[in-house]
């Protein structure tokens, strides 16, 4: 079982990836998971939520883009049975539709604070924020709203990963200043084939490694290969 580890910190579903940022994710910080469409966010960050649930922690999906129909029918694959975690009130997916997400940033709320509450829910993910740049005129305004929604997020106490698709909106309004921690997933050619990797960027009060370290998505989820690790572009 993956559980907390004595630092204060939640594991990330992915023992290697542990090994890598000290243990796990620091409580109560916000993480974006960053990558291009697939390259496994989705399904990390599902694993992210089992690892919490398996220590006796609830977590909460919200997604934007996906439907919890769509979302628990793709993990079934993977042998992740979210509806039997839902069912058990270890897991809450909520839907969030885009023309909600406005109204509810601008507030800074999600929309379902008093069932975070009552489910004592621990762990988050967003999924995704890049829609979130589309919403606003102006990139001070969307750095505003996102920084009064991460408020909100640290004052209910939830270890967060946010989802966003690689794209230059995600820095034009500071989002990468704005979290604690930045991990990219990235699809490389190297020869003939298609190699995913992963960096962690960004990691507050963590020592971090800093390579780009070569993944992949297999039947039991995402596995990380250190002993491959790409450098100079080269495996």
């Known amino acids: ?3 907390d580890n004595m630092d204060g910190r939640k594991s990330t579903g992915i023992p290697k990836l542990d090994d890598l940022i000290e243990g796990g994710i620091i409580n109560d910080s916000i993480m974006m998971l960053e990558g291009d469409a697939g390259t496994g966010k989705s ?5 992210y939520l089992l690892a919490g649930i398996k220590a006796g922690e609830k977590g909460v999906y919200v997604s934007v883009d996906e439907s919890k129909k769509s979302l628990y029918r793709n993990m079934v694959r993977f042998g992740f049975n979210l509806e039997e975690y839902d069912n058990a009130g270890a897991l809450l997916f909520h839907e969030l539709k885009p023309h909600q997400m406005r109204e509810f940033l601008d507030k800074g709320v999600l929309g379902i604070e008093e069932q975070l509450i009552a489910m004592k829910a621990q762990r988050l993910v967003l999924d995704s ?5 589309l919403l606003y005129e102006t990139d001070a305004k969307q750095r505003s709203a996102v ?8 004052n209910w106490g939830l270890t967060t990963l946010i989802i966003a698709e690689s794209a230059e909106e995600n820095h034009q309004f500071g989002l990468r200043y704005l979290v604690d921690g930045w991990i990219k997933l990235s699809r490389k050619k190297v020869g003939q084939e298609r190699i995913r990797t992963i960096e962690v960027l960004k990691m507050r009060g963590t020592k971090h490694d800093t390579n780009e370290i070569v993944y992949r998505i297999e039947k039991n989820g ?10 100079g572009g080269d495996l």
């Open 1 to 3: 079982m993956l559980a």
């Open 43 to 47: 399904t990390m960050a599902v694993q």
């Open 129 to 133: 924020i890049t829609a979130f740049a």
């Open 147 to 154: 920084h009064n929604l991460f408020d909100k997020i640290r």
């Open 222 to 231: 995402i596995n990380l290969y250190p002993s491959e690790r790409m450098l």
